[in-house]
């Protein structure tokens, strides 16, 4: 998995220290992060009256600079601070703006807000001498930006820690932190925009990026692309979406194991009324999927001790995950899909973010762990961890998490890793979700797919 990297507050300005001991200064950097976000602006909003709000650190220092950067472009510009600059280089910044800095409390709006006041550095909640003004001001602006990020949101678990404004853009400075895709703070950001200003970053946690799926080769033929076998309970309709989503989603060779046979669906799925165990000691098995519809009694439980016994890769989701609760470390890393309340009932309450939980819950259970939502994270025992962009909210809809184990189980059947086979299928899921639009049903999803798959050759 190759994404754009995301870093915390910590590993920001780790980043940056690298850079500044190659002798790069922050005034420097302030500047070319100032000249990104002015440049944004100007681009998305053209010549309107402008009011940057800056506080006290360098989050207000970049607001200085795009200040006077959008003033020489002949732009009407108004700055208002929070109180003094308390950095060296906000100071320098302070003194380079050659208008006034009226106080925030009682400053008139204007028809495009840049919000200047804090990023990386916000500590604590917005007392409300800031988030008064900060919201009264954002809704008299027509558009609202964001440097680096909205004033008031935590950088790295994307609480909302003040008004919880929707601005139509954010300027992420020189990486995504995790606030850019974790929510509630996520739904806040508009169009989220990267200002490259020359600060590489490294981290083990990504965007999940459009995943490299090639075309079958002149040397494949069913099983090389994968065999899925998806095992059937109480609700067949639910297995019978994840086989439909599997063979959609790429796989070659797609078995519903279970009694229902013949309820709809496609001619090419294969029906088989045998013994799971017996299903799964076929090598030719790539995935064993469990979960959908399984339901939670003794012969759930029963098929899923059978799928777990049996050394095949594993996707297990829905039913099969509140069944495991309790249980410790698993073999053969599985990969498993619980939305957050699968997740509590596997996991228990966990602390911290959600991408702090999910690692967690991975190097609990030895598995990739799939926390989905609207701000779903993938996470490995190895500590890789990634997040997706944000997907439509159409998604909220039965079936839909039937669909994506399908997907997920295609794509560890044609050989991926698990935790990259779980990205690959979290990235189509939310791609054909977007294809389907609005009003869409789980259904629409599979029919998306190999447009889908079409954009991943
Ligand atoms: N990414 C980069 O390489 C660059 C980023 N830049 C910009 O710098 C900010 C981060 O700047 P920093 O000074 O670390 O932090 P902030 O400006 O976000 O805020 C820190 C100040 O705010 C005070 N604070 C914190 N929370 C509150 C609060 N709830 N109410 C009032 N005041 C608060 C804090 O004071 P303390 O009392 O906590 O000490 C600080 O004074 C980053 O986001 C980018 O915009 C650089 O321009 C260069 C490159
Ligand atoms: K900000």
Same mark, same amino acid.
């Given at each position: 998995?190759?994404?754009?990297?995301?870093?915390?507050?910590?590993?920001?300005?780790?980043?940056?220290?690298?850079?500044?001991?190659?002798?790069?200064? /922050?005034?420097?950097?302030?500047?070319?992060?100032? %000249?990104?976000?002015?440049?944004?602006?100007?681009?998305?909003?053209?010549?309107?009256?402008?009011?940057?709000?800056?506080?006290?650190?360098?989050?207000?220092?970049?607001?200085?600079?795009?200040?006077?950067?959008? $003033?020489?472009?002949?732009?009407?510009?108004?700055?208002?601070? !929070?109180?003094?600059?308390?950095?060296?280089?906000?100071?320098?910044?302070?003194?380079?703006? @050659?208008?006034?800095?009226?106080?925030?409390?009682?400053?008139?709006?204007?028809?495009?807000?840049?919000?200047?006041?804090? %990023?990386?550095?916000?500590?604590?909640?917005?007392?409300?001498? #800031?988030?008064?003004?900060?919201?009264?001001?954002? $809704?008299?602006?027509?558009?609202?930006?964001?440097?680096?990020?909205? !004033?008031? /949101?935590?950088? @790295? @678990?994307?609480?909302?820690?003040?008004?919880?404004?929707?601005?139509?853009?954010?300027?992420?400075?020189?990486?995504?932190?995790?606030?850019?895709?974790?929510?509630?703070?996520?739904?806040?950001?508009?169009?989220?925009?990267?200002?490259?200003?020359?600060?590489?970053?490294? !981290? $083990?946690?990504?965007?999940?990026?459009?995943?490299?799926?090639?075309?079958?080769?002149?040397?494949?033929?069913?099983?090389?692309?994968?065999?899925?076998? /998806?095992?059937?309970?109480?609700?067949?309709?639910?297995?019978?979406? !994840?086989?439909?989503?599997?063979?959609?989603?790429?796989?070659?060779?797609?078995?519903?194991?279970?009694?229902?046979?013949?309820?709809?669906?496609?001619?090419?799925?294969?029906?088989?009324?045998?013994?799971?165990?017996?299903?799964?000691?076929?090598?030719?098995?790539?995935?064993?999927?469990?979960?959908?519809?399984?339901?939670?009694?003794?012969?759930?439980?029963?098929?899923?001790?059978?799928?777990?016994?049996?050394?095949?890769?594993?996707?297990?989701?829905?039913?099969?995950?509140?069944?495991?609760?309790?249980?410790?470390?698993?073999?053969?890393?599985?990969?498993?899909?619980?939305?957050?309340?699968?997740?509590? $009932?596997?996991?228990?309450?966990?602390?911290?973010?959600? #991408?702090?939980?999910?690692?967690?819950?991975?190097?609990?259970?030895?598995?990739?762990? /799939?926390?989905?939502?609207?701000?779903?994270?993938?996470?490995?025992?190895?500590?890789?961890?990634?997040?997706?962009?944000?997907?439509?909210?159409?998604?909220?809809?039965?079936?839909?998490?039937?669909?994506?184990?399908?997907?997920?189980?295609?794509?560890?059947?044609?050989?991926?890793?698990?935790?990259?086979?779980?990205?690959?299928?979290?990235?189509?899921?939310?791609?054909?979700?977007?294809?389907?639009?609005?009003?869409?049903?789980?259904?629409?999803? #599979?029919?998306?797919?190999?447009?889908?798959?079409?954009?991943?050759?």
């Amino acid at each position: 998995m190759n994404g754009r990297p995301i870093l915390t507050a910590a590993e920001t300005r780790a980043a940056e220290a690298a850079v500044f001991a190659t002798g790069v200064t /922050v005034e420097q950097a302030m500047e070319a992060a100032g %000249g990104v976000v002015a440049e944004a602006a100007w681009r998305h909003a053209g010549r309107v009256p402008t009011l940057v709000l800056c506080g006290p650190g360098n989050n207000g220092g970049d607001g200085y600079v795009i200040a006077r950067l959008l $003033k020489a472009r002949g732009l009407k510009v108004r700055v208002a601070a !929070s109180g003094e600059p308390k950095t060296d280089a906000a100071r320098a910044m302070r003194a380079r703006w @050659d208008g006034p800095v009226e106080p925030l409390a009682d400053v008139a709006p204007a028809p495009l807000l840049i919000d200047a006041l804090f %990023g990386t550095g916000l500590a604590r909640p917005l007392d409300p001498a #800031i988030a008064a003004p900060l919201e009264r001001l954002a $809704k008299a602006a027509r558009l609202r930006i964001a440097v680096d990020l909205p !004033s008031g /949101v935590g950088t @790295d @678990d994307g609480a909302l820690l003040g008004p919880g404004i929707a601005y139509e853009m954010t300027v992420a400075l020189a990486v995504l932190k995790p606030a850019h895709r974790l929510q509630p703070a996520a739904a806040l950001m508009g169009r989220l925009v990267l200002g490259d200003i020359d600060i590489p970053g490294a !981290s $083990k946690l990504v965007e999940i990026a459009r995943p490299h799926l090639p075309a079958p080769g002149p040397a494949d033929h069913k099983y090389t692309r994968g065999h899925v076998v /998806v095992a059937e309970g109480a609700m067949p309709g639910a297995a019978l979406l !994840s086989a439909m989503a599997a063979q959609r989603g790429g796989a070659g060779y797609v078995t519903l194991a279970g009694r229902a046979t013949g309820q709809g669906g496609p001619a090419a799925i294969v029906r088989r009324d045998a013994p799971l165990g017996e299903i799964l000691a076929d090598d030719r098995v790539g995935v064993a999927l469990v979960g959908p519809g399984l339901g939670r009694d003794a012969a759930a439980r029963a098929l899923l001790d059978v799928a777990l016994a049996a050394g095949r890769p594993l996707v297990l989701d829905a039913d099969a995950l509140v069944l495991l609760a309790g249980s410790g470390a698993l073999s053969g890393m599985p990969i498993l899909t619980p939305h957050e309340g699968e997740f509590t $009932k596997l996991f228990g309450e966990l602390p911290g973010s959600r #991408i702090d939980r999910a690692r967690a819950a991975a190097e609990r259970s030895r598995a990739v762990v /799939v926390l989905k939502g609207p701000d779903t994270v993938v996470a490995a025992p190895d500590g890789r961890a990634a997040i997706a962009a944000p997907a439509p909210g159409w998604l909220a809809t039965a079936g839909t998490g039937d669909v994506l184990a399908g997907l997920i189980a295609a794509n560890r059947a044609r050989g991926l890793d698990p935790f990259d086979a779980a990205c690959a299928g979290v990235w189509l899921h939310g791609y054909a979700a977007r294809l389907a639009g609005a009003g869409l049903i789980a259904d629409d999803l #599979i029919a998306h797919l190999p447009r889908a798959l079409e954009a991943c050759l």
